[in-house]
């Protein structure tokens, strides 16, 4: 059960931070930052002990919870498990990192939510049952909506509200599809459980199995998101704190992505291969959408969270496209998304803290005052863009390659938002960090070592991918080879 303590073991650190306040005002950010180290090793640890023969995971646990209703705790790890626990674990560390100098007041609450979030996550990517899924699912959910509402800016609560109304009613329904999923097999079978491998051996057909998948599908998609139901995420990005908007752009829009690989297309193929036109559909207006309002933003914070809108709708055309190519590129461009836009959230709250502002008009020029920042934001902006040999040139081309096998105007149109996202991009450069120097930014700081530390960690992980993704495509393939589904 080394993933289980694993879990424990991230919610333990953050009761830890959470009393240590009371001791010292600075040992919750410690506890915090050593505790995600730790957890980053530990998966480092489970990736070097290799895949058990026997199983085919490298790590399978399983303990009795609620036996009279089937409900048991299972959790296991699989390459893509694996490769998004390790982008969790190590995004943590980011996100610490980034609130070291932002965060004033409650600072052991503040680690806590923290960890708890993280916590559900890696709960998220391992449950293999799937009321433990919508356990960790809704874990996740709470401690977000604490980070924004208390210790975001302006509008905290308006944005905290709206992010827990839209991934709290979406998650209901996926609830009932899951309840609806357990009754028909228990009415097949006579057997009631929840475990995820059991009722991928149920077939289920027809309207329901249509109902059942828009139950998921819904759900996943708020959380990736796309639209139409994407207008929780430009005032959550906004509003929420740095680390918050690191959690939520590196790690949580992924939980949609995983969901959609893990659950709505192996539990329901042929409803799923029936809706793909109008998925792939869904992604591109994403994307085109997306990119469009990103560029007609003038607060950085609110461009980068317009611009994952538009990635995302490549992981929603990629999944869709329902092939090998869609599939890998859907989950290269989960991960380095995960890297380039959290990076790029730390810059905005990087600025923010030194000029109080978010609005680029103020910022003209500061490639003069503080170059080591400007050139940082260049590579992660032509990251996001895609420049070749960066990672998310990778994931963006297996997924536009995919696409071009089952529809050719939908992937003509998505490779138009590339070309948006360049325009957008260098949009932001040329008015935050080019042009006549903002007299207000004179004295501005740039940045130091903490700083330049953790985003040579992305930079150095985004080369890694671009140059050769064939790391994280061995990790995933044997989960795609076991899907059950015929890519």
């Known amino acids: 059960m080394t993933i289980l303590y694993l879990i424990l073991f991230l919610l333990g650190a953050g009761l830890v931070a959470c009393l240590a306040e009371r001791l010292n005002v600075n040992a919750p950010r410690w506890i915090s930052l050593l505790a995600f180290i730790a957890a980053t090793i530990w998966t480092g640890a489970i990736w070097l002990g290799g895949v058990d023969p026997a199983t085919g995971f490298y790590v399978v646990g399983e303990l009795s919870w609620i036996p009279s209703l089937g409900i048991n705790v299972i959790l296991k790890v699989d390459g893509l498990s694996l490769v998004l626990v390790g982008l969790t674990t190590l995004l943590g560390i980011i996100a610490v990192v980034s609130s070291w100098s932002e965060i004033s007041t409650n600072r052991g609450f503040f680690q806590f939510n923290i960890l708890w979030v993280m916590a559900g996550v890696v709960g998220v990517f391992c449950a293999y049952d799937l009321f433990l899924f919508f356990f960790f699912w809704e874990v996740m959910l ?47 079978t006579g057997v009631i459980t929840f475990s995820y ?28 998101p796309s639209v139409p139901v994407h207008t929780w995420l430009p005032d959550a990005h906004t509003q929420a704190p740095t680390a918050g908007s690191v959690i939520l752009a590196g ?10 690989i893990r659950f709505t297309v192996p539990l329901f193929e042929e409803a799923s291969r029936d809706f793909a036109f109008v998925a ?12 469009y309002m ?65 609005e680029m008009s103020q910022m003209g020029g500061l490639w003069v005052k503080a170059p080591r920042m400007g050139a940082m934001t260049m590579f992660f902006v032509i990251a996001s863009v895609g420049m070749p040999g960066l990672g998310n040139f990778i994931g963006e081309f297996l ?45 501005m700081e740039d940045f130091g070592f903490r700083e330049i530390s953790v985003y040579a960690i992305m930079i150095v992980a985004l080369v890694w991918i671009g140059v050769y993704p064939q790391h994280v495509l061995d990790l995933a393939q044997p989960t795609l080879d076991a899907l059950g589904v015929a890519l």
């Open 280 to 291: 792939m559909l869904l992604g591109v207006i994403s994307i085109l959408y997306g990119g």
């Open 399 to 443: 997924v536009l390659i995919g696409a071009f096998k089952v529809n050719v105007p939908l992937t003509v149109l998505a490779t138009i938002g590339i070309v948006v996202a360049a325009v957008y991009g260098l949009s932001l450069m040329q008015r935050s960090f080019q042009g006549t120097p903002n007299p207000q930014v004179a004295a």
């Open 197 to 224: 491998d059991e009722l991928l051996n149920h077939e289920v057909s027809g309207t329901v199995a249509s109902l059942l998948m828009l139950g998921f599908f819904i759900a996943f998609i708020t959380k990736l």
């Open 251 to 260: 790690i949580l829009l992924k939980t949609g992505g995983y969901g959609l």
């Open 294 to 358: 990103a560029y007609s933003q003038s607060d950085f914070k609110r461009l980068v969270a317009y611009s994952s809108i538009a990635h995302m709708g490549f992981i929603l055309v990629g999944v869709y496209a329902f092939n090998e190519l869609g599939m890998q590129g859907a989950i290269v461009t989960m991960i380095a998304h995960g890297f380039s836009t959290a990076a790029l959230f730390m810059m905005a709250g990087s600025l923010q803290e030194r000029l109080h502002t978010r």
């Open 142 to 188: 709470i401690p977000m909506y604490f980070l924004i509402a208390i210790w975001g800016h302006e509008d905290r609560s308006y944005a905290a509200m709206k992010f827990f109304l839209f991934t709290q009613v979406s998650g209901l329904l996926m609830l009932v599809a899951i309840i609806a999923l357990v009754w028909l097999n228990y009415e097949a």
